[in-house]
């Protein structure tokens, strides 16, 4: 079931139709076993912009990380970054150019905020290679940018949730890449640390350029942070483009089973009612 993007249609799964595309999928088959969870003709992950990936457990949204970043290969079909396939990329020249913070991620107990988030320049660096000054600003830059500059010679075993998922997404910020992955970075994360995370995101979109595709359990903060969502149902899109086009009524039904009043402003707001059996 789609409700605006036809898998039929040539144009690109972006509003604007001269949107450059980071990441595009073409005829991608996604699955684990004889399990298929990713079923669609195309796909459109534009240049220089956050896009937003939603929909319901089990719609496809993280296995679609994974291909992006090579850590599945498709069933059939391709992914391509900047034109070139993924799966037929080194990982360490990939890792150059796309970086990818999945949801679970673990740290030696003894480690310190710095020695993680030094581990992002190892794409830089030969194995026996030293940090030089390039690697060392990259470092800071990404601590401060995430706000963990303070904690850097803190244990990371020893951080509060919000404070270590911040820690971890300095790590893939030191990887400086123009492309970056995020797989539900502000799950089991209070509120204001869910919103440091998204601002650092905006930030890093807007000062630097960055792409970043983002998957996101909360629609209200979808809508506000996204410049582009991508809806996701049963692994197919169900609806793609500004938040002020896809959140509405129709949405929260067909994909959520919530029955909600939506209000668009500038940001849709959500006054989610009951659900829908």
């Known amino acids: 079931m789609s409700r605006q ?14 949107t450059e595309p980071a990441i595009q999928a073409a005829d991608l088959r996604l699955g684990y ?16 912009a956050v896009t937003v990936l939603v929909g319901p457990n089990g719609s496809g949204k993280s296995t679609l990380l994974k291909s992006f970043s090579a850590e599945l290969e498709p069933d059939t079909g391709s ?3 900047n034109g070139a396939s993924v799966n037929e990329r080194p990982p360490k020249e990939l890792a150059q150019e796309l970086g990818l913070l999945d949801q679970e991620n673990t740290a030696p107990g003894d480690l310190t905020v710095e ?4 581990h992002g320049r190892y794409p830089h660096r030969s194995f026996l290679e030293g940090l030089d000054a390039a690697d060392r600003q990259a470092i800071d830059r990404a601590m401060n940018l995430a706000g963990v500059a303070h904690l850097r010679e803190e244990p990371v075993a020893e951080l509060s949730g ?21 797989d539900e970075p502000t799950t089991h994360l209070d509120l204001h640390h869910q919103l440091r995370v998204l601002e ?20 209200q903060q979808a809508a506000r942070f996204a410049d582009y969502v991508i809806a996701l149902h049963d692994g197919a ?3 793609w483009g500004p938040p ?6 129709e949405l929260l039904a067909a994909v959520f089973d919530v029955e909600a009043t939506v209000r668009n402003g500038d940001v849709p707001q959500i006054e989610p009612r009951r659900a829908i059996d």
């Open 237 to 239: 899109i169900y609806d």
């Open 200 to 219: 650092v995101v905006r930030t890093l979109n807007r000062d630097r350029d960055v792409t970043v595709c983002v998957v996101l359990h909360d629609l």
């Open 115 to 118: 020695s993680l988030v030094t």
């Open 5 to 18: 993007y036809s898998p039929d249609t040539t144009a690109s799964p972006a509003p604007e139709s001269d």
């Open 79 to 81: 992914v391509l970054l």
């Open 244 to 249: 002020s086009t896809v959140v509405d009524d």
């Open 33 to 48: 076993g004889d399990e298929i969870v990713v079923d669609l003709d195309r796909m459109v992950v534009p240049r220089g």
């Open 162 to 182: 919000g404070q270590k998922q911040l820690a971890f997404i300095a790590m893939v910020l030191a990887q400086e890449t123009e492309v970056l992955l995020l």
